[in-house]
């Protein structure tokens, strides 16, 4: 390739409106132009990047077996909503009407479509296990798009989907998908990690993230250093502490704590460590009848330690919270209380709470909470004493750096990630709402157990960018750059010499398989340079009369803190060997 027949398109400053360093950066680099909220046409320098992912996932796909396809953009409305997802998925699944009046959608996602595909064509078990996948774009009507093709509205997305006869077979499947997600993310040259996700509704264990390190992500991932293992802050367990619980060793006391309503600011007051005081939140549930009013709520006081934040996905697999849950009203609040939040205490209630301790709180002694009266808490409370044991104990909480590993091999850390891929095990639940059925062994209709499989291919290319960058612009991967080669000649226009080594290596590179392009636009070095620096492409090799003279040329890596001379005779030689290695 060479530059003047492409299309470069490179700007000195990043839009106003571009806020992280990938949506900058792929802006002044050219890779997309904005159309609207959340929506980009890849120009061709970033559509070189979005199909060499594109090819490294459908290599690793068809290698683990599966076979692919393409589904609709526009599907109709009757399959969502036979799954309930019509309604389910709120103003994120952008609804169309044709003009007849008929519903449709626009593809966020396609298991409903593509159970469709299966209850009609799946037959027998003799024709299982099957996956199906396809590259296709999507469209999600995100409340809020930023960050460019990170959270953006319409994005393409490789979705795979698994089918098996029984749960033996779909976990077979689901660890077939994870160890082809691996090949796919080691061959892009990015640092990721697989983490183990929360399976929501669905149950089970079966469900891992696929995360991009990098310091701007949105995700904390949560992972030991001295072992395999690794977590999202939502699936992340936080052990109980080793016991038993201390005796009480102090007398339970009524203090005055004017205007401090939070556990720092009391902790601060009293000169006691933060990890001495209890944090109350309160929640509600409610029982609703047929017509969906409420008939009854049931208030909850779940403790946590003063330094700890709770975990909403933890919470709700609390047998009773399960079902869904509020934060309490402030009418609540006082009605149980007897006081405003920042005071309270599981002391002295007005009205009986349900209460959940978090493992930590359950072996604390000599605690701090809330007096249920405003200016006031209580210290020096203990279990059993003070107050009858809690409800129930659970792990209510986010896991901080330090605290041991459910693995039991050390501490954990916690880094910053971009989800950028995820394995999930189904089940039966697309296949159970939409009566997907096969013929098993024993003659009767049986209930597809399904896998899910996503990646977000021009999501990717930013959490990249993300990861790889510096001052001067992009730093690309070899296995994903737009082009992994340049040449850039200097006064190519002026010197017979330098355009015919120039185009001489172009061909050889070329003839060698590497994806090379010649800077023919006649630019000045430092223009010349400050483009490619920007665009990230990982090998240059700059040619000029000068360096020619004594039979040079020279190469530079993007990371590279200098160019190193190479002979004329040597640098295709050299070259290949950088690109190899």
């Known amino acids: 390739m060479k530059a003047s027949q492409f299309f470069i398109s490179t700007l000195k400053e990043a839009p106003a409106d571009a806020e992280v360093v990938s949506h900058k950066l792929m802006m002044r680099a050219g890779l997309i132009k904005k159309l609207g909220a ?91 296990p099957r996956n199906l996948y396809q590259i296709q774009t999507k469209f999600r009507d995100e409340r809020r798009p930023r960050f460019g093709l990170m959270r953006g509205r319409e994005f393409i997305m490789k979705d795979a989907y698994s089918f098996d006869r029984d749960q033996a077979g779909a976990k077979a499947s689901y660890q077939a998908m994870a160890q082809a997600y691996r090949r796919i993310f080691d061959r892009f040259g990015l640092r990721y990690r697989a983490v183990a996700a929360d399976s929501g509704a669905i149950g089970g264990d079966l469900s891992e993230e696929f995360q991009v390190i990098a310091a701007t ?27 038993p619980r201390p005796a009480a060793a102090a007398p339970m006391t009524r203090t005055p704590t004017p205007g401090k309503a939070t556990c720092a600011e009391v902790a601060e007051l009293l000169g006691v460590p933060l990890q001495t005081t209890v944090k109350s939140l309160v929640l509600a549930t409610d029982e609703t009848n047929e017509a969906g009013e409420i008939v009854k709520s049931q208030v909850w006081l779940l403790l946590l330690r003063g330094d700890h934040d709770m975990n909403e996905i933890k919470v709700s697999k609390v047998p009773g919270l399960d079902k869904g849950f509020r934060f309490a009203t402030v009418t609540e609040i006082e009605a149980h209380f007897g006081a405003k939040p920042g005071y309270l205490g599981p002391i002295g209630l007005r009205k009986p709470v349900q209460v959940v301790a978090d493992r930590e709180v359950a072996l604390m002694a000599d605690w701090i909470c809330g007096a249920n009266e405003e200016d006031f808490h209580i210290t020096g409370v203990n279990w059993g004493r003070d107050l009858p044991e809690p409800d129930a104990v659970a792990d209510l909480r986010n896991v901080v750096a330090g605290d041991p590993s459910p693995d039991g091999k050390g501490v954990l850390a916690i880094e910053r990630g971009i989800e950028v891929g995820h394995v999930f095990y189904l089940s039966t639940k697309y296949s159970k709402a939409m009566n997907a059925t096969f013929l098993g062994e024993d003659g009767k209709p049986a209930f597809f157990e399904m896998g899910c499989y ?128």
Not at 221 to 238: G, L, R
Request: charged share 30%.
């Open 217 to 243: 992500g949105e995700d904390a991932i949560v992972y030991c250093p001295a072992s395999d293992y690794a977590a999202n802050m939502e699936k992340a367990e936080a052990l109980a502490p080793a016991g």
């Open 38 to 128: 959340g929506i980009y046409s890849y120009m061709p320098m970033g559509l070189r990047v979005i199909r060499k992912v594109e090819a490294i996932v459908r290599e690793e796909m068809n290698r683990a077996g599966a076979v692919e396809c393409t589904m609709p953009v526009v599907q109709p409305a009757e399959l969502w909503q036979e799954t309930g997802r019509f309604e389910k998925m709120g103003p994120e699944l952008l609804r169309i009407q044709d003009r007849h009046g008929r519903d449709f959608v626009i593809q966020p996602t396609s298991e409903e479509v593509v159970t469709d595909i299966a209850r009609q064509e799946l037959r027998s078990y003799k024709q299982l």
């Open 454 to 581: 996503g990646i977000g291919i021009t999501r990717l290319p930013a959490a990249a960018i993300e990861q790889n960058h510096d001052e001067r612009g992009i730093i690309w991967p070899d296995a994903i750059a737009p082009f992994t080669v340049v040449i850039c000649p200097i006064g190519m226009d002026r010197s017979e010499e330098v355009r015919a080594v120039a185009e001489k290596l172009h061909g050889e590179l070329l003839a060698s398989g590497i994806d090379v392009i010649l800077d023919d636009r006649g630019e000045r070095p430092g223009a010349m340079f400050a483009d490619w620096e920007l665009i990230g492409v990982p090998h240059r090799i700059t040619i000029g009369d000068k360096g020619l003279k004594e039979g040079q040329v020279e190469y530079l890596h993007r990371r590279d803190a200098g160019a190193t001379k190479v002979g004329v005779a040597e640098i295709l030689a050299h070259v290949k060997e950088r690109v190899a290695a």
